[in-house]
């Protein structure tokens, strides 16, 4: 796998991404084929230490279903990148781009999120319990349903709309969220 990450870094550094994002945005076919053959791996079989996509553009890619744990996307820009149903748990995502990301059902548990951007981005019933928000910008994002425990949306950049659906604080933990919407229904695999 690090032979695969090693070629998406050199074929697509974040200073390749246009400075000018638009909706139709997309990987090169092999950056693509390359990030799809990464998220579809069987994990168990993973070389020790986490898959490093640090520093690379990543706009428009589609990672649906894809098993990204403990992955490193530090300052990765993932604008409008397609991660509906993704294993992102204890992820690195400091300082990523995901504006206007689809991270519909995600999972972010223990992720690392602190002072990325996250504009727009599309995060219904997704799981945010224990990510780290501290700096990230999450104007006009949806997390309309999320598990948000122990995430501290407080520590967001303030002056933001966030747009929270059926969440409150619990009184014992005044910097926990957590979720009272109905619960997303098991899935079996």
Do not use: W
Not at 84 to 99: I, K, W
Not at 106 to 128: C, E, I, Q
Not at 145 to 170: K, N, T
């Amino acid at each position: 796998m690090e032979l695969l990450a090693a070629f998406v870094r050199s074929h697509a550094p974040a200073s390749s991404c246009p400075d000018d994002l638009h909706s139709d945005i997309a990987p090169a076919t092999d950056i693509q084929a390359v990030l799809t053959a990464i998220g579809r791996r069987e994990v168990g079989h993973d070389d020790p230490g986490p898959i490093n996509l640090a520093n690379t553009c990543l706009a428009g890619a589609d990672f649906a279903d894809a098993q990204l744990a403990k992955t490193i996307l530090l300052d990765a820009n993932l604008y409008e990148a397609s991660l509906p149903d993704a294993n992102l748990a204890n992820a690195a995502l400091t300082g990523a781009t995901l504006t206007r990301a689809n991270l519909v059902h995600a999972n972010l548990r223990g992720t690392g999120l602190h002072s990325a951007v996250l504009k727009s981005a599309f995060m219904p019933y997704a799981d945010l319990a224990q990510a780290g928000l501290a700096g990230a910008d999450l104007t006009d994002a949806s997390v309309s349903a999320a598990d948000l425990v122990l995430a501290s949306p407080r520590r967001a950049d303030r002056g933001q709309r966030l747009l929270f659906d059926r969440v409150q604080r619990p009184r014992s933990r005044p910097g926990a969220v957590r979720r009272i919407a109905r619960r997303r229904p098991d899935r079996r695999r």
